[in-house]
């Protein structure tokens, strides 16, 4: 069973920052575009940042400026940092991988890391 696993939430003051990570298994990991996504109580999950293999990114525009997605291939590991943090990104963060074949393709996701901002 392929596993992604996320660290780095908790409980921040509005204005602050941190710094999310995520392991996946090489399987998922090479080669593949990782993300992050998000999901606000009573909201559906959503798009925060993706980057592929390449180093390519996309971000949300509601974030733009403020987190920034990298990976670090030799590790199998992503990470999304986030600044100038605002009560609206209190949300489960959720890693992802999406795994492309010829004729396929699957998303794998990990169980979630709650961000909270507040005062």
């Known amino acids: 069973q392929v596993q992604l696993v996320e660290s780095g939430g908790g409980l921040v003051q509005p204005g602050g920052s941190l710094r999310l990570s995520c392991a996946a298994p090489?399987?998922?990991?090479?080669?593949?575009?990782m993300g992050w996504y998000r999901q606000a109580p009573g909201k559906e999950r959503a798009l925060v940042a993706t980057i592929m293999h390449s180093g390519d990114t996309n971000y949300a525009s509601s974030i733009k400026g403020r987190f920034a997605i990298s990976r670090d291939n030799a590790k199998n590991m992503i990470y999304l940092q986030m600044n100038n943090l605002e009560p609206g990104d209190t949300a489960v963060y959720y890693c992802?991988?999406?795994?492309?074949?010829?004729?396929?393709?699957?998303?794998?996701w990990g169980q979630g890391t709650q961000v909270t901002v507040s005062s």
């Open positions: 090489g399987s998922v990991f090479t080669g593949n575009t």
């Open positions: 992802s991988a999406r795994v492309l074949t010829w004729n396929t393709v699957r998303d794998y």
